[in-house]
């Protein structure tokens, strides 16, 4: 079984839709991070988090929400999705020696 | 401020040749770490190295092999032999102690290695 997995892999919203992706891991990680990718473009820093109780903005942090519901569990939230947020998103873990572990990525795209 | 620049946005090579991908980066920290990823076109991100920045030796593994000059702030990348399933996006990334161990990515290379 994957360390890091995604749900869903590819989802096709609306316009105005609120949407949930969520990532679990395996790993007992502490450090847990959710990236954008856009097409072309390298990985950008959503939203991180280091344990239960700490979670930090990042780079593009506007128009998303996380919610860390347990050591293994860290979900991303669009409350109101748009279209200029259709990219593909990536959770990941990080080790003591700041290794980064992804998940498979989810292909979201926004009507 | 924290920066990774992967100059060549694309490469076209013929299988067998060698090819370069160059990385330079940018950080105050004096403890950091440098990676290479690689993204194939079913779009995973797949690990290839890590290398602190205590460590300059140049590492070798198989095909591919890094060069890390603290001197000139790169850490380059090369793939011997280079063949088809070579192709792909590759990443370079900077992570550092003092910033929470988030990675910091450049805009990525595309190798696209013809037969």
């Known amino acids: 079984d994957a360390d890091v997995t995604q749900t869903p892999r590819n989802r096709i919203t609306k316009t105005g839709k609120r949407i949930m992706l969520e990532c679990s891991q395996t790993?007992?990680?502490?450090?847990m991070y959710w990236y954008r990718q856009d097409p072309g473009l390298g990985l950008q820093l959503i939203y991180y988090s280091f344990d239960v109780k700490d979670i930090n903005k990042g780079e593009i942090s506007d128009g998303y929400s996380v919610s860390r519901q347990a050591q293994a569990k860290f979900s991303l939230s669009l409350e109101s999705a748009i279209p200029n947020q259709t990219a593909l998103y990536f959770c990941a873990t990080s080790d003591f020696q700041a290794r980064q572990f992804f998940g498979p990525g989810t292909r979201l795209t926004v009507l | 401020a924290q920066k990774v620049t992967q100059a060549q946005t694309e490469i076209s090579v013929v299988e067998k040749e060698d090819v370069t991908l160059d990385c330079v980066y940018e950080?105050?920290?004096?403890?950091?770490?440098l990676f290479w990823y690689k993204q194939p076109p079913s779009g995973e991100l797949v690990f290839l190295i890590r290398r602190n920045s205590f460590d300059e030796q140049n590492e070798i593994s198989g095909r591919y092999s890094w060069n890390f000059q603290k001197s000139t702030s790169s850490f380059n990348f090369t793939i011997t032999a280079s063949q088809v399933v070579d192709s792909a996006v590759y990443f370079c990334?900077?992570?550092?102690?003092?910033?929470?161990?988030?990675?910091?990515f450049g805009q990525g290379t595309e190798l696209s290695v013809k037969p």
């Open positions: 790993k007992g990680h502490d450090r």
């Open positions: 950080t105050r920290d004096t403890t950091y770490y």
């Open positions: 990334a900077l992570s550092s102690y003092n910033q929470g161990g988030k990675l910091i």
